[in-house]
């Protein structure tokens, strides 16, 4: 079982930056692929951004490519997303999520997921 919690969200201005934690239970998280997903108030859950366990692959959302970045420390147990030209419509609930055999951009593939982090980004 792998738990992750979330933090780091909050109150920004538009063009601001923000960098949300997902920080996981287990020892083993290192060998887990992780994924950030969002869901803005009334939107369906969206693909934000995902990485290998190595760190070596990643994957984005093209509305958040090269404003996001994703990256992980496997000896914290924590997968961050470094989130720059902080957009209104980039308001959302954030959550990680994590699976051991899929990377990519379909939730219904990851197996544990947080509780979410809310971002809000004032116009």
């Known amino acids: 079982q792998v738990q992750l919690v979330e933090s780091g969200g909050g109150l920004v201005e538009a063009g601001g930056s923000l960098r949300l934690s997902c920080a996981a239970s287990a020892r083993t998280i290192s060998r887990y692929r992780v994924g950030w997903f969002r869901r803005a108030p009334g939107k369906e859950r969206e693909f934000v951004a995902a990485i290998s366990w190595s760190g070596g692959t990643l994957y984005y959302a093209d509305s958040v490519k090269g404003r996001f970045t994703i990256s992980r420390d496997n000896a914290k147990n924590t997968v961050y997303l470094q989130m720059n030209s902080l957009k209104p419509e980039d308001t959302a609930d954030y959550y990680c999520?994590?699976?051991?055999?899929?990377?990519?951009?379909?939730?219904?593939?990851?197996?544990?997921w947080g509780q979410g982090t809310q971002v809000t980004v004032s116009s």
């Open positions: 999520a994590a699976t051991f055999d899929y990377i990519g951009s379909y939730s219904r593939n990851y197996d544990y």
